[in-house]
């Protein structure tokens, strides 16, 4: 099994190797565009399906069936590892999460404790296990945190945003506060997603989802080697998918923080997404999700778009440009990865 799943489509372009055909799953692929996952969660607050492994398993494992993708995710979220680390964390209906006690000045930034110990998640590595346990074909795990930029954002902000000032102004008030606060979120991330690959995923993915809100020497001074200092941690134990989106200037300097497979979003086209992280590093993406709104015919001609532009070169994993709408249909979501399998393979580089 476990040897199946290393030479599985999904490993192997992770190590960019050729194989049978291109390997898809969708960021988002267990959510509220599924009927399945709608009625689990008619019955259960998004927070207690997190801390419920069996349902964490179940609601994944329904949507990688009713799929056909070549990898599962974990069923978590990005923002539990911060209860731990003293932040109230509460998901309201329609306005998204919300952290009660934000870290706005540089003298709150002691009150965000380091995650020394990773037990308090618990729950986390339970429904690592369970997943795994209940995937019976070798589809490969993808274990998650949030990378220590967007970690931060929300820290400090206390929610989402649209320019991201409270963020902004400690880290150009008080660089010391900055790099003391984010260093600790490294850390943590580092732990908590080494604990992941214990309890049993093969991959690990790296969200860094608001960081296009930045420039390009901002990011260099202020986040870059905060998110190396993560890679390098976990890289000896997993490969590290580095996920970014909105700023496709970032994608040289996000590859220099690391990561075996760069994320990219459908700002740039694939080609050039990929010229500028490296023909020596995967690519994951990038298809804008609006897309599966579309018509079947314009999805096709879209998904042959993104195959012509990875050129057959081994090392594309398709996905979507960042998580799948609430409102997309569930059959234009399994229909895409059919066409993926259909009018990809064999990968082999000779195209
Ligand atoms: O990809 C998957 O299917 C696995 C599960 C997963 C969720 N969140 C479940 C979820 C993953 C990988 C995440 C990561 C996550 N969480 C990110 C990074 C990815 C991204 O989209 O950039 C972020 C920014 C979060 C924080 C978060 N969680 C937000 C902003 C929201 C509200 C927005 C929304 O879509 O409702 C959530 C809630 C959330 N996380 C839901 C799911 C299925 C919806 C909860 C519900 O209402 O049922």
Redesign the pocket.
């Known amino acids: 099994m476990i040897d199946a799943c290393r030479n599985s489509p999904f490993m192997r372009a992770v190590r960019r190797e050729p194989a049978e055909h291109t390997p898809i799953w ?7 565009y599924m009927a399945e ?1 709608r009625a689990v ?1 008619q019955r259960t607050p ?1 927070i207690e ?1 997190c801390k419920t492994p069996g349902l964490c398993a179940e609601v ?1 494992l329904t ?1 990688v069936e009713r799929l056909g993708v070549d990898a599962a ?7 539990l590892i911060l209860e731990p680390m003293g932040l109230g964390l509460e ?1 309201t ?1 329609g306005d ?2 919300v952290l009660h006690n934000p870290i706005r000045q540089p003298a709150e930034v002691d009150r965000l404790r380091e995650l020394d110990d990773c037990s308090p998640l618990h729950y986390v590595f339970e429904a690592v296990r369970q997943t795994r346990a209940g995937l019976s074909e070798p589809i490969p795990l993808i274990g ?1 945190a ?1 990378a220590p930029f ?1 970690l931060a954002a929300y820290a400090i902000e206390g929610g ?1 945003s649209r320019n991201y000032l409270h963020v902004k102004r400690l880290m150009l008030t008080d660089p010391g506060a900055w790099n003391a606060l984010v260093a600790r979120l490294a850390r943590s991330v580092a732990r908590y997603l080494i604990g992941q690959i214990e309890a049993g995923v093969q991959v690990v993915q790296l ?1 860094d ?2 960081v296009g809100c930045l420039g390009v020497d901002d990011y260099r001074r202020f986040v870059l080697p905060h998110t190396r200092a993560v890679i390098e941690a976990v890289e000896p134990h997993a490969p590290v998918i580095h996920f970014g ?1 909105g700023n496709p200037a970032l994608l040289p300097l996000q590859r220099e923080a690391g990561g075996q497979v760069l994320g990219a979003d459908w700002r740039l086209p694939l080609d050039e997404a990929w010229a500028a992280v490296g023909h020596d590093r995967a690519i994951q993406g990038n298809l804008d999700p609006a897309v599966l709104l579309a018509p079947l015919g314009e999805i096709e001609r879209r998904v042959e778009q993104v195959l012509a532009l990875a050129g057959g070169r081994p090392g594309h994993i398709f996905n979507l440009g ?2 799948v709408l ?1 409102q997309t249909p569930v059959e234009h979501a399994a229909a895409l990865v059919q066409m993926v399998h259909e009018r990809s393979g064999p990968i082999n580089g000779k195209r």
Not at 26 to 32: C, K, V
Not at 73 to 79: E, G, N, P, Y
Request: no cysteine; aromatic share 20%; hydrophobic share 45%.
């Open positions: 969708l960021m988002r692929q267990a959510g509220r996952y969660r998004f399906l994944m949507a995710i974990l069923f978590s979220d990005l923002l998901f209906p998204g999460p998650f949030g967007t989402g969200f989802s608001w989106t960042h998580g609430p």
